[in-house]
């Protein structure tokens, strides 16, 4: 076989994990329900999952190349697939097992362009898995909310103190309205339905 064949077989990343819960733990962050699409994508910099609800609400997961202990990337560009969020974390969930670390190896693309899985830390068991992945065009949402060479508007916070704001303001059936404040910094979330609620989170 020649190096060329080689090369060309060769998949655009192989990494290995050496503790799967923390992975689980960020996905299932931003799982808002049973069933969800999620886009991953991959780069020498590591990998971005992105999530969307309802055309309005976005959320990204960024796993840095230096939280693996190894990373091997090879494709050119940034390669873009879609899976199944849930069946992406479930799967990951059979990996963990309390009180054993879990070490796992991820591999795209897979011979048919799945997402591969398999446990690296056991000499007795091997678990395994293969995700369908589907080419991003299929999944219905555009990521630019942004006019072009504008600078989006962002904020961190604990996700604790995110979802009680929310859970504060939300009326059943209601809209809840996001604003930012420079000075002083600060998030305002305003609820309307059968009435009328606000509250702020000082940045």
């Known amino acids: 076989m020649s190096s060329s064949a080689v090369e060309a077989e060769a998949p655009d990343l192989v990494c290995q994990l050496d503790n ?3 992975m689980v733990d960020a996905l299932s962050a931003v799982r808002w329900k049973r069933h969800q699409d999620a886009v991953i ?3 020498e910099h590591g990998i971005v999952l992105i999530v969307e609800d ?3 609400l976005q959320a990204k997961v960024y796993l840095q190349r230096e ?3 190894q990373y091997e990337y090879k494709a050119q560009g940034r390669p873009k697939f ?3 969020l849930g069946l992406f974390v479930d799967c990951l969930n059979t ?3 309390p009180g054993h670390s879990g070490a796992i190896e991820i591999q795209y693309p897979g011979p048919d ?3 591969l899985l398999k446990s690296i830390d056991s000499l007795d068991a091997c678990i395994y898995a293969e995700i369908r992945t589907r080419i991003p065009e299929t999944i219905s949402w ?3 909310f942004e006019p072009a060479g504008s600078t989006p508007l962002s904020f961190t916070c604990k996700s604790a103190a995110l979802k009680e704001a929310i859970d504060d303001v939300e009326w059943p059936g209601s809209s809840i309205q996001i604003t930012l404040q420079p000075s002083p910094p600060s998030v305002n979330f305003m609820g309307e339905g059968h009435g009328y609620l606000q509250t702020s989170c000082i940045m």
């Open 82 to 84: 879609g899976v199944s």
């Open 95 to 97: 990996f963990s097992v």
């Open 41 to 43: 994508e991959l780069s």
């Open 20 to 22: 799967v819960q923390g």
């Open 113 to 115: 362009m799945q997402l």
């Open 142 to 144: 555009d990521y630019d």
């Open 67 to 69: 939280l693996f202990i």
């Open 54 to 56: 309802s055309n309005c």
